[in-house]
């Protein structure tokens, strides 16, 4: 009898890897809505998140 073909492995392997990415990518997406219900749950209320931290006049250098 022969023996059984890499193909059917290396398929066994791209798939697992495809099915990870996909699980990777749906994790990300459930991320970034979390992170548009905050942002937007921060605007209703008057306030800019790009804006948090910073006061009018000169801001403090940044340590680099």
Known sequence: MGKPSRA?????????????????????RLQRKEGCADR???????IDPDLIGIYPGPQPLSEE
Not at 8 to 28: D, G
């Open 8 to 28: 059917t492995q290396e398929k066994r392997n791209r798939e697992r890897a495809q099915k990870e990415r996909q699980q990777n990518k749906e994790v990300q």
């Open 40 to 46: 937007a749950a921060s605007l209703e209320q008057g």
